[in-house]
């Protein structure tokens, strides 16, 4: 039996290294066109900002490999016939398996800015290593750079220019920070923070145009406001997809949306193909959902490969849940905090004197989502709580066992219950009122 698996991410090698742990004697084969070895994605920003070498970026030894018999190999594979089980691969080679993984990832969304195709120096994602290694070759040269999107990506391609000392202009369409995932306020907090840092943050600012110099470095960007922004580097960060558009076009494409779509299985529409990881598209509460979270990507990983090796496996995907930083505040969100349904009761509460806060959302009496700034916080509470469907009442009473050890800083949550009282009169005369 060989099992082929394209893509040596989270997905990929969790897969592989499952595999491997049942089945002593198979081949495994691992393909990927972007590095050698498996290296944390999530970690990018830290190897920009020279806290780690590239090698630390490697959550494994790369001995593992070979005394786990995973052969790796270092090519883009172009073509796949799932009728004769075959791949074809960018140097020419074809590979052969009985059982393949798709676990291809993301890539950086590309905007049809006028101007864009004529700057042939100066724009960068940030979201592979080829990525990172043009953003290091281009920051001697850029004392101005312009970041352009509002998520986790881009608030970290600016961290990393501030870091090196550039003066940075962050542009969002949106009226706010990264309406996705933060309410206003939390965007407010957030936003405030990145301004101390000297960022230049500016909302609802749309590009209309790249603008390019002689040598076809870009020079700046125009909005639809017709402002220019002046930048000898252009990060664009307008969120990340699927990386499917490549087989789009293969012998025998497999069934894709915005994503490759999997059965709870993880299964393909193609005999003996599974995906898994940010390339996937699986449903969540009855929709078409793809997601980009690290602890995605590794779970699916292990499911997939046990569902190739014949175990009955029914995918549900578990509460929501990703934190993160933007510069030195701490993100954690779980549950549904954003895209709430109608009538589903949202309680904030900024923490005086600190750039932190909480959010708690409940619908018809039990806790939903989780949205909190400023501190960390241990996640498996939220789920349960959302699980257990408890009430808001529930969680803020006890909501300081959910904080972390001190040595994180625990926030002083004095002030949560007497603006809690507040809030529930005033939705209680809202609710009388109508
Ligand atoms: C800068 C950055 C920061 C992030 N921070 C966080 C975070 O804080 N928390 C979090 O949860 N998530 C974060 N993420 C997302 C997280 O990194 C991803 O969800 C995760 O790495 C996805 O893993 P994967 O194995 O599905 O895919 P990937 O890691 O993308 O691996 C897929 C691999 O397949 C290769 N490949 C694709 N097509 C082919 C082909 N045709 N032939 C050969 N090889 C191919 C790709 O080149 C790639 O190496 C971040 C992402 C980025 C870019």
Avoid at 226 to 248: D, H, K
Avoid at 298 to 306: D, I, N, P, T, V
Wanted: with cysteine.
């Amino acid at each position: 039996m060989h099992f082929v698996i394209i893509g040596n991410g989270v997905a990929g090698t969790t897969a592989a290294l499952t595999l491997r742990q049942r089945e002593p004697k198979a081949g495994i084969t691992m393909i990927s066109g972007e590095s050698d070895y498996f290296f944390s994605r999530t970690a990018l920003m830290y190897a920009y900002m020279d806290r780690m070498s590239l090698h630390d970026l490697e959550p494994f030894e790369r001995k593992v490999f070979p005394k786990q018999n995973i052969r790796l190999v270092r090519d883009w594979v172009t073509d796949l016939d799932a009728s004769s089980r075959t791949l074809r691969l960018k140097s020419g080679h074809s590979l052969a398996y009985d059982r393949l993984l798709l676990a291809v990832g993301s890539l950086a969304n590309l905007p049809a800015w006028p101007g864009l195709d004529k700057a042939r120096e100066g724009v960068v994602h940030f979201v592979t290593l080829q990525d990172l290694e043009k953003c290091e070759r281009l920051t001697n040269s850029t004392r101005e750079a312009v970041v352009v999107g509002g998520g986790l990506i881009g608030v970290e391609l600016v961290e990393c220019l501030v870091f090196h000392g550039k003066k940075v202009t962050f542009l969002v369409r949106s009226p706010w920070y990264w309406p996705a995932a933060l309410a206003r306020e939390e965007s407010e907090i957030v936003t405030e923070h990145i301004r101390r840092h000297g960022v230049d943050v500016r909302g609802g600012e749309e590009v209309s145009e790249v603008l390019v110099g002689d040598s076809s470095r870009v020079r700046g960007i125009r909005t639809k406001s017709g402002a220019e922004f002046p930048c000898q580097m252009l990060g664009i960060s307008i969120g990340v997809g699927p990386a499917v558009e490549w087989l789009r076009q293969v012998t025998t494409p497999p069934h894709v949306q915005r994503g490759i779509t999997i059965s709870p299985s993880f299964a393909t529409s193609l005999e003996n193909v599974w995906a898994a990881g940010d390339c996937a598209e699986f449903e969540r509460d009855g929709k078409p959902t793809v997601e980009q979270i690290w602890y995605t990507a590794k779970r699916q990983g292990e499911l997939a490969a046990r569902a190739m090796l014949g175990d009955g496996i029914h995918y549900k995907p578990p509460i929501f849940y990703n934190s993160a930083m933007f510069f030195e505040i701490e993100y954690t969100t779980a549950g549904m905090a954003i895209d709430v349904p109608a009538g589903a009761e949202s309680f904030f509460c900024r923490i005086p004197g600190k750039e932190a806060s909480i959010r708690v959302i409940a619908h018809h009496g039990a806790v939903m989502g989780f949205n909190m700034l400023g501190a960390r916080w241990n996640h498996t509470f939220f789920e349960r709580w959302i699980a257990e469907r408890r009430t808001m009442d529930y969680v803020l009473e006890h909501l300081a066992e959910a904080q972390f050890d001190v040595e994180f800083g625990r926030l002083d949550l004095a002030a949560v219950a007497p603006s809690y009282r507040e809030w529930k009169q005033q939705e209680a005369q809202a609710a009388a009122a109508r």
